[in-house]
């Protein structure tokens, strides 16, 4: 049997059997989605085989204890993880940046919608289970900067040791409170606007199976900070002083702790881009890689992260404009 004919087999055993399918954007992984059609009933089909893809019990889960605690995830309708097929319900076209794109929607509205979001979310007992943020381990994240976008000739193991290191330090000096849930691939092509529902579910969630536990500032900077998207800065500060209000937390160590976390994720996502590139042919990325490194040069320039800046500014080249290490 081919996928096709694995698709349809599933979906008989559903309410969407002979549903009409068409295929839906994709994103950086193997997995692929469509949406189903059976007359006025529409529901979204995951499709991410094993082995390219792990088990979808994460999403399943996640999505479950989500929606049960009132937030907007897709209801999962039917699941076959071995097969790697998920029926989830559709929440529709109206993702954040397609919006934005159009007119239709303020960033502004969408951002201090999502940061209330996020606090409610950060309330909440999260589920058990989810892998742990630490500053040393997130400090170990940041592997493939060195073993994809660096030049393999260029490498130098007491340099690359010396910047996890601080890097492990800054982020345990700008660490506030007890570990939150985190979704972690959170930017506005992963949210989608449903302002006929109320509150927190007007905010509907996509791409959270690798949810963990980490910083309180980390969805938030992923979301503000994304270099897909070039927010007004003014905005972005405002939201992140309106959330530090919220919170309760001082507002210079917030902000500092805001730049450590775009700090570790921008190091990761040089490496992982180049990862794509290189390995996997998707060269697409590469032209993101001169905005990643302009918000991480702008990130280092906060006080608190003079000794960081001075290692990676002596041994991590800037990208070309190929998106590869000049």
Same mark, same amino acid.
Request: net charge negative.
């Given at each position: ?7 349809? #087999? ?12 068409? &295929?839906? !954007? ?19 089909? =995951?499709?991410? &085989? ?30 076959? $993880? ?10 529709? *076209? ?7 794109? !159009? ?13 209330? =979001? ?11 289970? +989810? ?20 030049? @393999? ?12 290191? !601080? ?5 345990? @000096?700008?660490?506030?409170? *007890? ?7 959170? /930017? #506005? ?20 199976? *690798?949810? !963990?536990?980490? /910083? ?17 800065? *003014?905005?972005?500060?405002?939201? $992140? ?19 450590? @976390? ?6 990761? $996502? ?41 290692? $990676? ?10 998106? +590869?290490?000049?």
């Amino acid at each position: 049997m081919t996928r096709t004919d694995d698709i349809s #087999a599933f979906l008989m055993g559903t309410e969407m059997a002979g549903a009409e399918i068409a &295929p839906l !954007a994709q994103d950086a992984s193997s997995r692929r989605y469509f949406r189903v059609q059976k007359g006025v009933k529409a529901a979204v089909l =995951m499709d991410a &085989p094993q082995p390219a893809n792990p088990p979808q019990t994460a999403f399943v889960d996640i999505a479950r204890w989500l929606t049960q605690a009132g937030f907007s995830a897709p209801e999962v309708i039917s699941a076959d $993880i071995e097969s790697g097929f998920l029926l989830c319900e559709d929440l529709g *076209d109206a993702v954040f940046s397609d919006e934005f794109d !159009a007119g239709r929607l303020r960033e502004d509205t969408a951002f201090t919608a999502v940061a209330g =979001m996020l606090r409610e979310l950060h309330q909440h007992t999260p589920m058990p289970g +989810l892998p742990v943020y630490t500053p040393q381990n997130m400090a170990d994240m940041i592997a493939p900067l060195f073993d994809h976008y660096m030049p @393999q000739d260029q490498r130098k193991p007491e340099a690359e040791e010396q910047i996890e290191q !601080a890097l492990a330090t800054i982020l345990a @000096q700008t660490w506030l409170g *007890d570990p939150v849930i985190i979704l972690r691939d959170f /930017h #506005a092509g992963n949210l989608i606007w449903l302002p006929e529902r109320e509150g927190r579910k007007s905010v509907g969630l996509l791409d959270f199976q *690798d949810a !963990a536990m980490g /910083h309180v500032a980390y969805d938030l900077v992923s979301m503000l900070f994304d270099i897909r998207r070039e927010i007004n800065p *003014d905005l972005a500060e405002r939201i $992140i002083r309106g959330f530090a209000t919220a919170c309760d937390l001082p507002q210079d160590s917030f902000r500092a702790a805001c730049a450590a @976390q775009s700090i570790q994720r921008n190091l990761r $996502i040089l490496g992982i881009f180049a990862r794509l590139a290189t390995d996997l042919g998707k060269t697409g990325y590469l032209k993101w890689q001169p905005a990643v490194w302009a918000r991480l040069m702008a990130d280092l320039e906060h006080p608190v992260m003079a000794p960081l800046k001075d290692l $990676i500014r002596g041994y991590v080249p800037a990208p070309s404009k190929d998106g +590869l290490p000049a």
